[in-house]
């Protein structure tokens, strides 16, 4: 029998009840302690609990008193929380106003509270797993991009990107295909920029397996044939988007 997995702690700072007991819920089909407070204030006294530390904290940015920012930098400040991986939650987010990353102003990762639950918890395992998030060779990143894709009798079929590496997606639809199954893709980026290529489907989440890990159903697949102009541009955009998480 394997070992039983690590029970980690996360807290949860969030002044919109709403938004709250969202990301709680959320969260909860991890399997981990959840414990949600309402600013950043207590946040920071729970993270530094030295009978049981925080594992994550997840911390919105706008809240009244003392607001995300200024949490995030305290726990940077202590020694106990100085690595305590943070990601930030917010409504209003604009990448132009963190140049340089997010490292600068405390956070780890950050997370529009308008993702959908695949590109949420995606970012959430990464830091709640970092042993199963550095394998594999290509770093992936959440997205949310609508996709056409075709199987071997010429079906076409809908679905929505969840995540995505310049190797290979996670395609959400309501039919996954058959392990093996070889497809024609398109989709474009947010930039614009058409891509198109074959892949093979390497694995399912069928409905037993989203029960179980709360993601939705769909294939994984691996891209066999792209342009070099189409890759370079898919890299292009998962550096960017792995500034922010």
């Not at 997840?58 to 943070?86: H, K, W």
């Not at 917010?90 to 956070?107: A, C, I, V, W, Y």
């Not at 993702?115 to 992936?140: E, I, M, T, W």
């Not at 079929?157 to 639809?173: D, H, Y």
Request: proline share 6%; charged share 20%.
């Amino acid at each position: 029998m394997g070992a039983n997995p690590i029970k980690r702690r996360i807290v949860v700072a969030d002044d919109t009840e709403f938004w709250r007991e969202k990301i709680l819920a959320l969260l909860a089909t991890t399997g981990h302690d959840v414990i949600a407070v309402g600013n950043g204030a207590t946040a920071a006294r729970l993270c530094l609990d030295p009978a049981r530390p925080a594992d994550l904290l997840v911390l919105d940015l706008v809240m009244p008193d003392t607001d995300g920012f200024e949490t995030a930098r305290y726990l940077r400040s202590e020694p106990i929380t100085r690595n305590l991986p943070i990601i930030a939650i917010t409504s209003f987010f604009n990448k132009q106003d963190f140049p340089r990353g997010l490292r600068e102003q405390g956070f780890d990762a950050i997370v529009e509270k308008t993702a959908g639950p695949d590109q949420c918890l995606f970012v959430f395992n990464k830091y709640l797993n970092p042993d199963q998030s550095k394998k594999g060779h290509a770093p992936r990143v959440p997205a949310r991009i609508p996709t056409m894709f075709c199987d071997a009798n010429s079906q076409r079929r809908r679905g929505l990107i969840t995540n995505l590496s310049v190797s290979g997606a996670f395609v959400s639809t309501l039919e996954p295909l058959a392990q093996t199954a070889q497809v024609q893709i398109a989709f474009e980026l947010p930039d614009g920029t058409p891509i198109s290529t074959t892949a093979t489907v390497v694995w399912v989440n069928d409905e037993r397996a989203a029960a179980r890990t709360s993601y939705s159903l769909g294939n994984g697949l691996t891209f066999k044939e792209m342009s070099g102009d189409a890759s370079q541009a898919l890299l292009r955009f998962i550096q960017q988007e792995l500034l922010f998480i």
